[in-house]
Structures are given as structure tokens and as C-alpha cells.
């Protein structure tokens, strides 16, 4: 069944990231890292069904073959950056719906990438991948990887930083609001986007981008496990990281059911008007009680001695 799922990634230099790398490793060829003298070559791989880089409408009639060239993309990014904390690239990896028919997978995600390339005005190259054939993988598993520029794309060259790299302070300063109102919406249109792909093609099934809670559905959302702890255990290997993550989710899932067991086996609340005021009653006699127990033996019988001129005073 069609499934959401949209994750933003990010490529700098703090965390030793290549764009040329990504590339490379995205689209299945051989590319080499001018800034870095490194060759990656991941041309053996089979998994790669569609690939193109996607500009903005606006360079149609162009000549951007410096743009379409894989390579000299990707280190034009590279080249543009000299801040050691620079960031290079941004990627959007969706979930493709197997529903869909090939074509209809490669419309949407070559429409959600034009989508984006407009409002941002960055370069998109474009990776649709088939699920990986290796014991224990989904064969559901399509999806497409979005990696994008950080700068706009020009005639010449990259240009500057897209709205999407600005501070939360100059976006307010442009009338703007935060970045991370970008995410939930994109987000949001990357549901939309594939909900009209699945109802062209007559296929029932939907997906949300809100929370479960947000969308009243009452379970406990799947473990989520880190990519290296995936990796391992495909590779064969043990990883007591997604074991205990797992172990973690299974407990909040069983203490879930425990709460819905007892709250369905305790008996109903009356709601009858006197049986509420009888329970407030009680409730405050409960409260008194409770405080007079905490009082002082000295300040209860002064209070005591109070009541009692109280009384006498109303009996004259």
C-alpha cells in the first residue's frame, strides 16, 4: 500500500559531505571531485530506472549544457562554497507509490521536482531507484532522490543562496516567514502531489503528511532506525542500536494496549446529575479532611475554639 514518506537530508563540508559523491552514487555513474582529486564510480549499478537534472522553465530556450552535464553541476556546487561550514546540497528522498505504473512513478516525481524548482529557483538531479534486490529488502520499495543546489541557477553560473539557506532573521526582513515552514510545506505538497497521481490512475489508496495523532489515528508510529544500524544488519551483521530501538517500540506498543485493555474493562462513568454533586461532596470532605491533618494540633484547636464562638454568636 502506498505510504508517506518525505526526508530532507543536507550535504556540507562540516560533516565531510561531497556533492560529487552523492551524485555519483545517486544517478549510478563515474564522476570525479575536482576540489577533493577523488574518482567515485558507481557505474555497476542496476537499480537506477530514470535520471535528468531539472532547471526552471525560465532557461528553456537556452543553452545550459553546463547545468545538464552531471559533472560539472555538481562541482560548480562544490566550487562555489568556501566556508568550511558551507553547505553544498539538500535532498528531498520521497517514497514512490507501487501502486503507480512505472511512467506514472516517473510523472510524479519529475512533476514534484518541477515543482520545486520553481518556487526555489535551484538545479534538481533527479534519481528514480527500484527496490534493491537483497534478502530481508521491500519489493515495494520505489523511490526517488531530489538532490538539490543550494544556489540558483543562472546562465553563467550558480548564483546566490536560495531562500531556502537565508537566516530566519533576513526572511523576515523580506517579508518571510521561517524556514521550517518550508519543510511543512513541502511536506504537505509532496501528499497532495501524489494523492492526484494515485486518483488519476484510479488507485484508492492515499497518503497523509500529518502526524497519527493529527490525523486522530490512535497507534504507536513504527521505530524509526538510523541508516547505519540499517545498513549493518542488511550487511548481515548484528546492531544492538536497532535491536534496542525495537525492543523500546515494543514496549511503548504493549503499554498502549495494557491502558486500552484497563480503560475498556473499567465500568462506565455515570453522568447523572446527582451522582456528580454526591461526588463533589465527597471530593470536598475528602479535601477537609486531608487538611486538617496537616494543620497543627495548637492551630486546630484554636480553630476549633473559633467555630465554637461562631456558633455561640448566631445562637444569640
Known amino acids: 500500500m502506498a505510504i508517506y514518506f518525505l526526508n530532507l537530508k543536507t550535504f556540507g563540508r562540516s560533516n565531510g559531505s561531497s556533492a560529487v559523491s552523492a551524485a555519483a552514487y545517486r544517478s549510478g555513474e563515474r564522476l570525479r571531485d575536482e576540489r577533493a582529486g577523488r574518482t567515485y564510480d558507481h557505474s555497476e549499478r542496476l537499480d537506477v530506472l530514470h535520471k535528468e537534472i531539472i532547471l526552471p522553465q525560465e532557461f528553456a530556450a537556452d543553452d545550459m549544457s553546463w ?3 552531471r559533472g560539472t553541476l555538481w562541482n560548480s556546487a562544490e566550487a562555489a562554497e568556501v566556508r568550511k561550514s558551507a553547505r553544498v546540497a539538500r535532498e528531498y528522498l520521497v517514497a514512490l507509490p507501487p501502486e503507480l505504473s512505472p511512467q506514472q512513478r516517473t510523472d510524479l516525481a519529475r512533476g514534484f521536482s518541477h515543482e520545486l524548482v520553481e518556487r526555489y529557483r535551484f538545479a534538481v538531479d533527479l534519481a528514480i531507484h527500484a527496490p534493491r534486490d537483497y534478502p530481508g529488502s521491500d519489493p515495494r520499495n520505489f523511490h526517488a532522490h531530489l538532490l538539490a543546489t543550494t544556489r540558483e541557477v543562472t546562465l553563467e553560473g550558480l548564483g546566490a543562496k536560495t531562500t531556502l539557506e537565508w537566516s530566519d532573521a533576513r526572511r523576515r526582513e523580506n517579508g518571510m516567514g521561517p524556514a521550517v515552514g518550508e519543510l511543512f510545506h513541502v511536506r504537505e505538497r509532496w501528499a497532495m502531489a501524489a494523492n ?25 508510529p513504527g521505530p524509526s532506525i538510523p541508516r ?5 544488519e542488511r550487511h548481515g551483521y548484528r546492531s544492538f542500536v536497532a535491536e534496542r530501538l525495537r525492543a523500546e517500540h515494543q514496549a511503548r506498543v504493549d503499554l498502549r494496549l495494557q491502558r486500552a485493555a484497563e480503560h475498556s474493562a473499567a465500568p462506565a462513568e455515570s453522568k447523572h446529575p446527582e451522582d ?21 494540633e495548637a492551630e486546630r484547636q484554636a480553630t476549633n475554639t473559633v467555630d465554637v464562638s461562631r456558633k455561640n454568636d448566631h445562637s444569640l
Open 228 to 232: 547505519a544500524a540499517y545498513e549493518m
Open 196 to 220: 492526484a497521481a494515485l486518483e488519476q490512475a484510479h488507485v484508492p489508496a492515499r497518503i497523509d503528511h500529518r502526524t497519527l495523532a493529527a490525523q486522530g489515528i490512535d497507534r504507536e
Open 67 to 69: 547545468a545538464k552535464n
Open 276 to 296: 456528580i454533586r454526591r461526588q463533589a461532596v465527597e471530593n470536598w470532605l475528602r479535601f477537609r479532611e486531608a487538611k486538617e491533618r496537616e494543620q497543627p
